[in-house]
């Protein structure tokens, strides 16, 4: 080496040098200058696994870090670009970057303080990088990557359609799941399935009482018992009796409410076993207190257990959700506080004891049963001078807003509750009342409609109550709305001429779909 340069003239060894430094300028210029990075051969895709190319999956690089795109996690995913398609005849995608995304690697010239920053939840490694289009946008400086407003255009291998994906990481394997909106189950239609009813009408004595067990009435037409709820753009899954078992192992499930929570809480019964009697299946009534009183037609409550999974599901009857107190407690006769602001002393003593619990009233907020069963509205502890809470109207809704701000506030003591307040169940008395020859004669399904389209629930106030809270809505009011056909009407064990019930439902019926919503929303 020593003797070929020995042997070169001055003129020819500095044109050498020259030569030699604008080769390596042009070789720097080159890889640094973006726009005749547009000029390089891409390197093909094909090296790197069709799994990491989808988008919605986690492109990762065990490459320095210094080479890597990284992509903030809310980044608007890939579509199709029709104009660009490739030599191989795959089509492009476009991804559009958020403004001022950086690389969370700071370099150590960066000597700028505000220089934003994020946590990695993507990388796209270098193989794919080397394939990109970086389009202006791009700066450089001091060596780091600052993309603002920048718009890649990456080669796809694989066609993919992302116009419903969003991406989120679950913390697990790095990989993105597809994040989907929660499902609106009021919404949808009603169908015919051939598999409904869930259990017998006929059976099911032990938990069926005989005045809502239609087919052991004069009734003879039961097509009410064969339609399902179809939610809209979403599935409901099917009601198995063993699935809900292992799901609800070890937990209890509590019904609290009036009479149309009875329903509820029966159906359920008659859809875990089946609508038969399970050996089993013990009566723990005792445990919480729901025992029949001396003087009393029937207890409280009722509560029994499924033996094979520890799943104990409960009823209490509390027609308004409020606290009643006894003013004289020697007194039979005596009246009684209603405590609007209150809740029912049950929960408040069992409340730590349930994994699930249903909250539903409305139908006894009338003058007549105050009157009938002696309750004085009281607030504060002192009866109720307020004129806003005179009327029923606004009584019944401050007792909702108490009792949902109450069961709220106790969540956090109670991790393992999950709360639901049940919107009201629709009656449908035409000409009348339940006392002025009101009836619900038609026997025709789906007369008045079959699907449910509006997107806030008929029930305005349990969903003003529930909104901002940890308390899940069950709403079953319009889909309910829409099945006249299926109360018990006329044709009632004892009935009474004149007089048609037009609030209660034959069971098997919808209060069966109010669980199947309930035990999708689980």
């Known amino acids: 080496m020593k003797r070929w340069l020995y042997g070169l003239k001055g003129k020819q060894l500095s044109l050498t040098l020259v030569a030699m430094a604008c080769t390596t300028i042009l070789i720097w210029a080159w890889e640094k200058t973006p726009l005749l990075t547009t000029l390089l051969p891409p390197q093909s895709l094909l090296s790197i696994p069709s799994s990491e190319i989808l988008m919605g999956t986690p ?9 890597d795109v990284y992509v903030k996690e809310d980044l608007s995913y890939a579509e199709p670009n029709k104009e660009t398609i490739t030599e191989h005849g795959e089509q492009s995608f476009s991804v559009v970057a958020p403004t001022n995304m950086n690389s969370p690697e700071k370099s150590k010239n960066d000597s700028n303080p505000t220089r934003p920053s994020f946590e990695k939840k993507e990388i796209l490694p270098n193989a794919l990088r080397e394939g990109l289009t970086l389009k202006p946008g791009l700066e450089e400086k001091d060596g780091s990557e600052q993309v603002k407003n920048v718009e890649v255009v990456a080669t796809m291998v694989h066609k993919i359609n992302t116009s419903s994906v969003k991406g989120k990481d679950d913390g697990s394997s790095g990989t993105l799941v597809e994040e989907k909106a929660p499902c609106n189950y009021a919404r949808g239609r009603w169908v015919v ?8 009408g006929f059976g099911c004595k ?28 979403c599935e409901m899954p099917n009601f198995e ?66 033996q094979s999974t520890n799943t104990t599901i409960l009823y209490y009857w509390s027609a308004s959700l409020c606290d009643l ?15 609007l602001d209150r809740p029912a002393a049950f929960l408040r003593r069992y409340l730590h004891r349930f994994d699930v619990l249903v909250l539903n009233t409305g139908h006894h907020w009338n003058r007549g049963k105050l009157r009938a069963n002696r309750w004085i509205m009281h607030v504060g502890g002192v009866p109720n ?29 109670h991790p393992q509750l999950r709360s639901f307040f049940r919107t009201i169940s629709p009656r449908h008395f035409f000409n009348g009342e339940w006392d002025s020859g009101g009836s619900c004669e038609n026997t025709t399904p789906l007369a008045g409609g079959k699907e449910v389209l509006q997107e806030k629930s008929s029930d305005t106030v349990a969903e003003g109550a529930v909104k901002g809270t940890n308390v899940k809505l069950l709403d079953i009011t319009a889909l309910s709305k829409l099945r006249d056909e299926g109360h018990i009407s006329k044709y009632s064990i004892k009935a009474t001429p004149g007089v048609q019930d037009c609030l209660h439902w034959c069971l098997p019926g919808i209060p069966d779909t109010w669980n199947e919503i309930l035990f999708a929303q689980l």
């Not at 492109?59 to 080479?67: D, E, I, K, M, Q």
């Not at 018992?225 to 179809?230: A, L, M, P, V, Y």
């Not at 509590?254 to 038969?276: H, W």
């Open 385 to 413: 001078t307020n004129g806003k809470l005179a009327t029923i109207g606004s009584a019944k809704n401050f007792t909702i807003y108490s009792v949902v701000k109450w069961l709220d506030l106790q969540l956090p003591k």
């Open 325 to 339: 107190e006894p003013l004289n407690i020697k007194d039979p006769a005596t009246d009684y506080a209603m405590h």
């Open 193 to 200: 399935d051939n598999k409904r009813p869930l259990y017998s």
């Open 241 to 306: 009796e063993s699935k809900f078992l292992r799901r609800m192992q070890d937990k209890t499930v509590a019904f609290v409410g009036d009479s149309l929570g009875r329903q509820q809480f029966q159906s359920l019964m008659c859809m875990v076993t089946g609508g038969k009697d399970r050996p089993d299946v013990i009566d723990v009534g005792k445990e919480y207190g729901l025992v029949k009183a001396r003087h009393a037609t029937r207890p409280e409550g009722w509560a029994y257990r499924f």
């Open 206 to 233: 032990r938990w069926l009482s005989e005045m809502w067990a239609c087919r052991l009435t004069q009734r003879t037409d039961f097509s009410y018992e064969s339609f399902r709820w179809q939610p809209e753009n």
């Open 59 to 67: 492109l990762v690089s065990a490459t320095s870090s210094n080479s």
